[in-house]
């Protein structure tokens, strides 16, 4: 994990909304990938929900939770889809 | 092309704009809000999407579609907001030359939207109680 801390804004959604209270903040985090955001966030808000199933976006563009995130990036956390 | 909406689906119309001489065939599905699930009595479907992912990823889907079925036509609407019991919640739509595509370019498209596109839904209990489907039930057990 990088000794740097990195300004995220992070977004969550449907349960993920409920859990934080909150849509959105802006954090400063030490990060090295979208999965370090997740787990971060995750303690933060004390969510149960494993990212097995959930999905993760950097700026607006679908990523995988090994994906770098870079200071300034926003990163969106989707819980586990259910459309249709 | 991909369309998210908090107004009611109205299919004819849809069916409509996918109208192509060459078309000798046209399928389509709708995913209606039904009044049970694992055992509960729903009374309404509340549904959340991420417009912008939904559009960028469903379009990507239909390519997919397209690639492997191809097809003349296809459209997708979702809804969005509170949902009644019966209410279309979606409606895929695919017109092509023969009866084959069209039907597996639907059901491709269905399937892949279902498990891709950033959607919720929220089902409300007429018990009073609520839950994201695919949510806490799987973060209780450990499993989807």
Same mark, same amino acid.
């Given at each position: 994990? &990088? ?24 954090? *400063? ?17 004390? *969510? ?18 090994? *994906? ?17 | 092309?991909?369309?998210?909406? &908090?107004?009611a ?25 039904r009044?049970?699930?694992e055992g ?55 017109? *092509? ?6 039907f ?41």
């Amino acid at each position: 994990m &990088s000794a740097t801390a990195k300004t995220i804004t992070v977004r969550y959604f449907a349960m993920f909304r409920e859990h934080a209270g909150l849509g959105e903040e802006t954090l *400063s985090l030490n990060v090295t990938t979208a999965k370090d955001v997740f787990e971060q966030t995750r303690l933060r808000h004390g *969510s149960k929900e494993p990212n097995g199933h959930c999905k993760v976006a950097i700026n607006d563009e679908m990523a995988d939770w090994s *994906s770098p995130v870079n200071d300034g990036d926003t990163v969106l956390l989707f819980p586990p889809v259910a459309g249709g | 092309m991909i369309e998210v909406t &908090s107004d009611a689906i109205d299919a004819e119309t849809l069916k409509g704009t996918l109208a192509n001489a060459g078309a000798g065939g046209f399928c389509s599905f709708e995913g209606w809000v039904r009044n049970e699930n694992e055992g509960r009595t729903v009374e309404r479907l509340e549904y959340e999407a991420y417009e912008p992912l939904v559009i960028t990823e469903g379009n990507r889907v239909l390519a997919e579609a397209r690639q492997r079925f191809p097809y003349l036509e296809a459209k997708c609407v979702h809804r969005t907001g509170l949902l009644e019991i019966g209410e279309m919640a979606v409606w895929v739509g695919v017109a *092509s030359p023969h009866r084959d595509e069209a039907f597996k370019a639907c059901r491709y498209i269905i399937d892949e939207l279902k498990v891709r596109l950033p959607i919720w839904k929220k089902e409300h209990y007429v018990d009073g109680d609520s839950g994201w489907v695919n949510c806490e039930r799987c973060a209780d057990h450990g499993r989807h």
